[in-house]
Nanobody, 120 residues
Framework: QVQLVESGGGLVQPGGSLRLSCAAS????????MGWYRQAPGKQRELVAT???????NYADSMKGRFTISRSNAKNTVYLQMNSLKPEDTAVYYC??????????????WGQGTQVTVSS
């Protein structure tokens, strides 16, 4: 069993910053790609950014230059630094991870989500 737990969401003013964290725990052998997605009210879930175990990153165009994804392989944790936040960044942010378990089975896991609200 693998769990992903996000933290760091909250209320921030436009132009402000937040740092999200997502820690994976459980029967983990290795983690391949980790990522962040978000879902605003009434909209589909969309990609924010992904990062491979080797550190290669991919961003949605609207996040490039404002958001930075990083990870600690030692801590099985992925981070999302969000700067210059806009009201349209308001959403529930979810992390996910492609995990190889200790029994060498493969699974794709999601966290429970953390709310980010950008408002004055």
């Amino acid at each position: 069993q693998v769990q992903l737990v996000e933290s760091g969401g909250g209320l921030v003013q436009p132009g402000g910053s937040l740092r999200l964290s997502c820690a994976a725990s459980g029967s983990i052998f290795s983690i391949n790609t980790m990522g962040w997605y978000r879902q605003a009210p009434g909209k589909q879930r969309e990609l924010v950014a992904t990062i491979t175990s080797g550190g290669s990153t991919n961003y949605a165009d609207s996040m490039k230059g404002r958001f930075t994804i990083s990870r600690s392989n030692a801590k099985n944790t992925v981070y999302l630094q969000m700067n210059s936040l806009k009201p349209e960044d308001t959403a529930v942010y979810y992390c996910n991870a492609d995990v190889v378990s200790s029994s060498f089975s493969y699974g794709h896991y999601w966290g429970q989500g953390t709310q980010v609200t950008v408002s004055s």
